[in-house]
């Protein structure tokens, strides 16, 4: 009964946060747009105030707590990074050095999805084993092995990650990566295909170890999606260039999809409910969604530097994103200049000069805001518990949505 509460008050943070669709759009995707719940979310004008508190039911207020979700975790992410330096390791020793460059001290990132993946089996009435001394009943061997299957989940999503940033690369022809050369631009194309095409046959086998056919099922979708996401990226037509609804399917396909699987993965991993799984999904989701709109803003204001791969990369590879397409509501003439394309550099120049008379930015940030208010909902709805460490887990996973909205890099 007090789930079933839970989930209605989730129900009413998406209510009170939504608003009318835009205008039906003839391309091909609307069904699962529409499922997906895309159109709900952006139409004209976006406030900030949205007025979604977070509370975990009868507790205090579940964002109260600053907390810092990397060091609750901390302990677990080095434990994963040996792991998947042991399991990158290739006969091979060129196709070695290539599948292990992003796993190397340095430039192995803060390990974002991982954090998220840990955190979310703490959130849902998964405590870690302190010492293999502390283990002294069944059920608390139960628990080990269901930890270390959801630890298994963190590599494979890193796993696939990683495999999509090298393919991106080529794709993009990028000559930077977190900072350093990408892999592409040191080793050349060819072997960055091959590292990324090793490290999913890796991901496979992991997969394939879990014995379990419906966490199989949703990360092979993963994979579909990713292809699915960058091949509507190369293929768009000028109508869908311009179309917020087709820019969100396919930031789903390409950045949030394999958030919220992994997450989905982990609840039902961990037993749990249709329902708490969803709730699981919803979270990766929107934080997903969050986190690639964020970046889409970073692509305009952040500097080389910060970003660790050049700044204005989407414009100039002709990629169109939220703040200029919230720019061309304001400005319908910039969709003449967006159909020009950018390989000349003036219409680059024209597009940012419109973009910056715009509030594309201000407005692709409050959309970022509203997912991760729904992502903070989600959390928020998760069945009832007194256990201190899943609600340290769950402030974690809320001060999360914070952190990908104010972050500059």
């Known amino acids: ?63 109260e707590e600053r907390l810092d979700p990397f060091s609750l975790v901390a302990d677990e992410l080095s434990v994963l990074a040996n792991r998947l330096r042991d399991m990158v390791v290739a006969e091979v020793p ?38 293999v001394s502390d283990i002294h009943t069944e059920g608390d061997s139960l628990s080990v092995e269901l930890r270390t299957r959801q630890q298994c989940i963190a590599e494979i999503t890193e796993m696939i ?24 631009f040191v080793m050349g194309n060819k072997l960055a295909v091959l590292a990324g095409d090793f490290l999913l046959s890796r991901a ?19 994979v579909e999606h990713l292809v699915t996401g960058e091949t509507m990226q190369m293929t768009s037509s000028s109508e869908q260039r311009v179309s917020m609804e087709y820019y969100m399917q396919k930031t789903y396909y390409k950045t949030a999809s394999l958030i919220s699987n992994s997450c989905k993965a982990i609840a039902l991993l961990a037993g749990q409910t249709a329902d708490v799984a ?25 500097t080389s530097a910060s970003l660790g791969k050049g700044s204005l990369s989407d414009i100039r590879h002709g990629i169109v994103t939220a703040p200029i397409l919230f720019a061309i509501e304001e400005f319908p003439q910039l969709r003449s200049v967006v159909d020009k394309g950018f390989e000349d550099p ?15 930015i201000q407005r692709t940030r409050e959309l970022a805001s ?34 990908v909205i104010m972050r500059t890099k």
């Open 1 to 63: 009964m007090q789930f079933a509460r839970a989930l209605s008050r989730y129900a009413l943070a998406r209510g009170r946060i939504t608003r009318r669709p835009p205008p039906s759009s003839s391309h091909d995707i609307r069904p699962v747009s529409k499922v997906l719940g895309f159109s709900e979310l952006y139409d004209g004008g976006f406030s900030s105030g949205y007025g979604v508190r977070h509370r975990h039911h009868n507790s205090s207020p579940i964002v």
């Open 94 to 131: 060129k196709l070695a050095s290539a599948a292990e460059y992003f796993f190397k001290f340095g430039v192995e990132g803060k390990r974002f999805r991982p954090t998220i993946l840990l955190l979310m089996a703490n959130a849902l009435n998964v405590p870690i084993p302190r010492s």
């Open 161 to 184: 990650h990683v495999a999509s940033l090298l393919h991106d690369d080529v794709l993009d022809d990028a000559d930077t990566r977190r900072g350093v050369g990408s892999l592409n």
């Open 204 to 222: 496979c086998v992991a997969l394939a170890s879990l014995k379990n056919t419906e966490v199989v099922s949703l990360l092979a979708t993963v």
């Open 278 to 302: 969803t709730l699981a999904f919803d979270y990766g989701k929107n934080l997903g969604l969050a986190f690639q709109l964020i970046d889409d803003v970073l692509d305009f204001t952040g």
């Open 346 to 360: 003036a219409n680059v120049a024209i597009a940012l000069d419109y973009l910056g008379k715009s509030r594309g």
């Open 370 to 403: 509203k997912h991760a208010s729904l992502a903070a909902a989600a959390i928020d709805s998760l069945p009832e518990s007194d256990d201190e460490d899943v609600l340290r887990s769950r402030r974690a996973l809320v001060d999360l949505t914070q952190r």
